[in-house]
């Protein structure tokens, strides 16, 4: 059962997602706030499972919102303006609906925050580091079981709050630790940062765009910073082959 804060400042677009929350039977509150200022102090005070937050605010900007939270919640961006999407990524947000935002993508983004709290309940955490380079695997433990999880099944992973969520071609894995530790358990001559929330694996990439990567049916932002060292990974591999 979670508990929902919602903050727009338009009264039709509160209206409709409190309308979509209410068709949700794991929903215990929603609360409805036009104005950030009041939604601060709420959140400030009171706890909160997911935040459905808008962004084009007149009192303050849905970014300046969640720079302003000591402790962010899950959050799902909900806005008019597609340009803001990577942004999202880069104060780590779950999902971004683009509006006017269908019930269909709303769950879309629901079922996202539910999976990701089930796969943190799961306390699933990496057994060892890997010796070298040259390794293929590691083991990942999960309660009693151990998960040997090989490196060319990995597609990408992501950076979120204080977790990682590995991506392979049939799960999703959710391991405690930043994106940055990441780094040291997945071997660089086959993964690339190519983002401040995302590493892929180099093998995967089958297309590139101007600033995002299209891997396994997911569209992955290029960050300004990352540019030169996704190419000079991707010129590597040209070489290797």
């Known amino acids: 059962m979670l508990k929902f804060v919602v903050v727009d400042d338009e009264p039709l677009a509160l209206e409709i997602l409190d309308g979509y929350l209410k068709k949700m039977d794991y ?20 706890q909160t499972d997911v935040l459905l937050l808008d962004i084009e605010m007149p009192e303050m900007t849905g970014i300046q919102f969640l720079k302003a939270l000591s402790d962010p919640p899950l ?37 996202k925050i539910r999976e990701f709290l089930a796969l943190k309940a799961q306390h699933v955490n990496i057994e060892g580091i890997p010796a070298g380079e040259d390794m293929d695997f590691i083991f990942v433990k999960s309660g009693v079981q151990r998960i040997k999880l090989h490196f060319n099944e990995v597609t990408h992973i992501q950076g979120l709050k204080d977790y990682a969520i590995i991506y392979t ?17 997945f071997p660089q001559k086959r993964f690339v940062r190519v983002h401040k929330s995302f590493i892929v694996s180099i093998h995967q990439i089958k297309r590139l765009e ?32």
Do not use: C, W
């Open 27 to 46: 929903v215990q509150s929603v609360s409805l706030f036009r104005h950030a200022g009041e939604a601060l102090h709420y959140m400030e005070n009171h």
């Open 75 to 111: 959050t799902v961006f909900t806005t008019a303006y597609r340009n803001y999407a990577f942004e999202g990524y880069e104060l780590g947000v779950i999902d971004f609906l683009l509006k006017p935002i269908s019930f269909k993508r709303f769950e879309q983004a629901i079922t």
């Open 169 to 185: 071609h049939s799960e999703k894995i959710l391991l405690k630790g930043s994106i940055k530790a990441m780094l040291d358990i």
């Open 210 to 241: 101007s600033n995002r990567i299209v891997l396994n049916g997911h569209q992955i932002p290029i960050g300004r910073n990352f540019k030169d060292d996704l190419e000079k990974a991707l010129t590597a591999q040209s070489g290797n082959k």
